[in-house]
């Protein structure tokens, strides 16, 4: 700005005699002193002053300062001296002279050990766009997180942090801080009333501070997280953290272009549920976690060469108990401490995708945990949670339930599910407990819930919110997956919007997983009397597109680890795991089994321990491992297996009705003249001159036998082969008489015609 008068140095007006619009009265004079005004901007900084507009006066808050000067930037002379507020200490008042044109200036601060140079925040006038706020009350802003929160921003050449915050109902706001010393009377600031955001510019900072936002309300002060930080402190600590400064370089390209191109209905997805956190440790002591570099090093080639095309992580957002494993986040932009920076995270990933793997990621807007800086009660009013108890307090985890009606609160889940599928290139979301989002009385008893406006127990306003949540993200991120666990029979979870659905790509298939993980734990001598519980899913499985999941909820809280769910002896339990395992990666509907089930993990997960991988030294263990990883490379090298997982057409049943043998046949197509046919028996009786359908003539393979000797079974088979005969069976052209291994499933594929 250009100099129109003399530089004099001037010192401030005493404040005696001095008009009132150039100090304030007492009363604001205090609150603009103690950090609790409510429009700090409209005096606090340079501004012209009295009737006229032929005042020019700086006003600075500076809790500890013996002595406050103005210097020109652009020469760096001293301008005028502020005199302290008597009675509104630390306030500082100072009129520039004859000076009535603005122009950019620094405050030299002399403390009683130091002296300071710094810039003025008060001298900045908003950063916010008006766009970006109007879709942010309206519920649409998909990138929320670049403005509010912690962002470095750049006014003209200046470089800082433009703290935001969306606080309505605060009286005031301060942003308390490493660099204030946390006094909340240092950077009290601006209200944009119209939107109930606050915020601050702070020139000049470095990365890595600590801050919070101390909010003023008809109750006092209390403090918060930032709930877009995009760093936290480790607990027990929960300041939040300015984020660094840097981009990653992605390498992932190829792996983005295939992605946007593939259809995951018609693609083989196999998926390992990791908790990142007890896959393995480290240490001396092996109870160090490992980090996103030990990542890279072990768990990305064991994931390779296991043949999953995805790898999903329980929740890696910030979150503050361990014994919640994720699902109680606090910091939903804040990849968790335990294992990196998001750099690091991002790296991960990056790595994952240049092997041709998947991430998908565990994500929780069904609710939040209570914990005092966190969303609960966060501008003095409910303004995350309903205010209503019967809805916005969850029963069965003590947490508290988002307010899906309030569009602020959409933006937030909207925004942060962008966050993790744009910054950390994620592949897929997979939504937990979305039955209690979707129930008013999910878990209570009557009287302790309200209907909807129609008097019904739907979530109007929770469906509502999930419908658009599927419909913008699958049109902007081309190729992901949004899977919902959803424990109950509602209906078009995983249909298309605009067909009356949810919108969801996925659905867990809980029925299953319940009824099949009965069936294996019944003695095989009872399991004819059962025969249902492994038939029934097929009555029902193409009424959405479905993930069978054997997930981290099925070996914890008593219920045993799945080798340990099996009647019997060690061999049966681990032949009929195969036989199960075989069964599972055969029927319809996609795969998912949670870490350490792949080797037979003896004990319930725990997740403050890594897995027990001592077991792979002795063959059972090693065996199951490599089973998996058979059927893994063999689910995708067979179309048949997963390009029809949602069309009847893909599917026939041989016998379904020989629950006196408990023997399952069926047989898969790929409806381009492919097929493979699989029979499974769970008892351990072999069966000999076992009559099977066969869709063509030929010569078929054995192409895997779960009682091979290879496997740890009794080697019972076919030789590796077995011939067609020109006998119609089971609504079969054809059909070959085989030998049935006992607790076994066996798969064979035509070698040729």
Known sequence: MSETVSENVVSATSTSNAPDNICPEYGCARALANGSHGDPFSWLGMHLVDAEKKALVVRAVLPGALKVDVLDEKTGKKVASLDPVSGAEPLFVGKMGRRVKPFPYLLQVTYPAAEHTLRDPYAYGSQLNDDDVYLFNEGRQQQAWQFLGANWHQVEDVNGVLFCVWAPNAQS????????????????????????????????LQGLEHYKFAIQTVGGWHEKADPFARAMEPPPHNASIVPVHESWKWRDSQWMKKRAKTVWHQAPVSIYEVHLGSWRRKGADGREYINYQDAVSHLIPYVKEMGFTHVEFMPLSEYPFDGSWGYQP????????????AAGLKMMIDEFHQAGIGVILDWVPAHFPKD?????????????????????????WDTLIYNYGRKEVQTFLLSNACYWLQEFHIDGLR?????????????????EWTPNQFGGRENIEAIDFLKDLNTRLYASY??????????????????????GGLGFGFKWNMGWMHDTLCYLGRDPVHRSYHHHEMTFSMVYAYTEQFILSLSHDEVVHGKRALIEKIPGDDWQKFATLRAYYGFMWAHPGKKLIFMGDEFGQRREWQHDFSLDWHLLQYAPHSQLKQWVADLNKLYVEQPALWLQDMDGSG??????????????????????GKAVVVVSNFTPTVREGYRVGLPHWG??????NSDSAYYGGS????????????QPWQGMSHSAVITLPPLSTVYFTLESE
Request: charged share 25%; proline share 5%.
């Open 173 to 204: 706001v301060s942003l308390i801080a490493d660099f204030n010393y946390w006094d909340k009377r240092r950077h009290s600031m601006r209200k944009h009333p119209a939107s109930g955001i606050w915020d601050i510019f702070i020139p000049e």
């Open 699 to 704: 010569q078929y393979r054995e192409s895997l």
């Open 330 to 341: 606090v910091g939903m932009y804040a990849p968790t401490y335990r294992f990196g920076d």
């Open 651 to 672: 599917f026939a049943w041989l016998d379904c009705t020989d629950a006196a043998s408990s023997v399952l046949a069926f047989c898969r197509f790929d409806g381009k």
């Open 372 to 396: 005092p800086h966190g969303l609960g009660n966060f501008d003095g009013t409910c303004l995350y949670e309903h205010q209503d108890p019967r809805r916005g307090s969850h029963p069965d």
């Open 431 to 447: 939504l937990d407990a979305v039955s209690s989002m979707l129930y008013l009385d999910y878990s209570r008893k009557a009287g």
């Open 715 to 726: 080697n019972v088979g076919n030789g590796g082969v077995i011939h067609s005969e020109e």
């Open 478 to 499: 081309p190729g992901i997956m949004m899977i919902a666990e959803e424990s109950t029979a509602w209906g078009g979870v995983s249909r298309d919007v605009s067909g």
